[in-house]
């Protein structure tokens, strides 16, 4: 007699269509597809959500040193100017002020004993 794996079966195969839902063709409905397109998509989904927080320190340094070379001045230099004047802001709040408040940066770098 096979044996069909009864309600935890059902339950987990219930569990793999649910994450599977918005795939294409057969890796979305049948079982052993769906298992194998499903360890795919989570290896992927673990790799990025790394490479996010990257890609995101990598944009917001770009955005702060467009800022510190309109005004005459280099990355380093001045996160080296906020680390001593002890100014604990993180690179993404000063790229966003760098972005959007242009002004609230000059008043930083003052702080910070640039200008």
């Known amino acids: 007699?096979?044996?069909?794996?009864?309600?935890?079966?059902?339950i987990?195969?219930?569990r793999v269509t649910k994450l599977t839902e918005g795939f294409?063709?057969?890796s979305k409905s049948s079982n052993k597809l769906a298992r194998q397109?499903?360890?795919?998509a989570m290896a992927f989904n673990y790799r990025d959500r790394?490479?996010?927080k990257r890609d995101m320190r990598s944009l917001w340094i770009i955005r702060i040193t467009a800022a510190a070379r309109l005004r005459g001045f280099s990355y380093s230099r001045l996160m080296d100017a906020l680390r001593k004047s002890e100014i604990g802001m993180n690179r993404k709040m000063l790229a966003?002020?760098?972005a959007t408040e242009p002004k609230a940066f000059d008043q930083i770098l003052s702080a910070s004993g640039l200008k």
Not at 1 to 10: A, D, H, L, N, Y
Not at 37 to 40: G, H
């Open 37 to 40: 397109a499903l360890d795919r």
């Open 24 to 26: 294409r063709g057969r």
């Open 96 to 98: 966003e002020i760098a």
């Open 1 to 10: 007699m096979r044996v069909k794996g009864g309600p935890k079966g059902k």
């Open 12 to 14: 987990r195969r219930k």
């Open 50 to 52: 790394k490479r996010l």
